[in-house]
Nanobody, 121 residues
Framework: QVQLVESGGGLVQAGRSLRLSCAAS????????MGWSRQAPGKQRLLVAI???????NYADSVKGRFTISRDNAKNTVYLQMNSLRPEDTAVYYC???????????????WGQGTQVTVSS
């Protein structure tokens, strides 16, 4: 059973910072890309940032220069450092991992349960 568990969300004032973490656990053979998405109330879930196993990153335009995604492959963990937070960053943040359970498996997407980030003005 694979689990992705996020932590680090909370309530913060505009301009401040938060760091989200997401640890994958279970019988995992290999994790390819990992990423963060967010969903605001009444809106669809959107990709925020993604990082490959080799460390190549990509960001949504709305967070470029403010958010930094990183990962620790030894710990099967991905991080999202969020600086200069804005009220419009308020959302539930979900991590995801594209992973294989065995060497012969196809890769599948797994999702965490989400963590709330609220930015007050």
């Amino acid at each position: 059973q694979v689990q992705l568990v996020e932590s680090g969300g909370g309530l913060v004032q505009a301009g401040r910072s938060l760091r989200l973490s997401c640890a994958a656990s279970g019988s995992i053979f290999c994790i390819n890309a990992m990423g963060w998405s967010r969903q605001a109330p009444g809106k669809q879930r959107l990709l925020v940032a993604i990082i490959t196993r080799g460390g190549t990153t990509n960001y949504a335009d709305s967070v470029k220069g403010r958010f930094t995604i990183s990962r620790d492959n030894a710990k099967n963990t991905v991080y999202l450092q969020m600086n200069s937070l804005r009220p419009e960053d308020t959302a539930v943040y979900y991590c995801n991992a594209d992973l294989r359970l065995t060497a012969s498996d196809y890769s599948y997407q797994y999702w965490g349960q989400g963590t709330q980030v609220t930015v007050s003005s």
